[in-house]
Nanobody
Framework: QVQLVESGGGLVQAGDSLRLSCAASGLTFSHYAVGWFRQAPGKEREFVASISASSSSTRYADSVKGRFTISRDNAKNTVSLQMNSLKPEDTAVYYC????????????????????WGQGTQVTVSS
């Protein structure tokens, strides 16, 4: 059974950093594109960052570019999201997802392209 589990969320102050991790079981993460998305209360789920199966392509939302970094550790079968200079507007539930039909160099940004999702981890940034 394929399962994604996010961890690393929490309550921090503006300007702080957090590192989210997404661990996979039942699939080899290195074979697929992985994305991070977030959803704030009353808002639609939005794209944050993605990384291709090859790891050669990454994509970021304009709102996090230069502050967030996505990376994968194939030995641990995990994908991480390093979040620096956090802002109150980054407050949301963060989800990781895997595109099981991804091309080797693609880093999709559309939620509908992802097949498998984690349960989410809460990130709260206070001002």
């Amino acid at each position: 059974q394929v399962q994604l589990v996010e961890s690393g969320g929490g309550l921090v102050q503006a300007g702080d950093s957090l590192r989210l991790s997404c661990a996979a079981s039942g699939l080899t993460f290195s074979h697929y594109a992985v994305g991070w998305f977030r959803q704030a209360p009353g808002k639609e789920r939005e794209f944050v960052a993605s990384i291709s199966a090859s790891s050669s392509s990454t994509r970021y939302a304009d709102s996090v570019k230069g502050r967030f970094t996505i990376s994968r550790d194939n030995a641990k079968n995990t994908v991480s999201l390093q979040m620096n200079s956090l802002k109150p507007e980054d407050t949301a539930v963060y989800y990781c997802a895997a595109d099981l039909d991804s091309r080797w160099y693609a880093a999709p940004s559309t939620p509908g392209q992802y097949d498998t999702w984690g349960q989410g981890t809460q990130v709260t940034v206070s001002s």
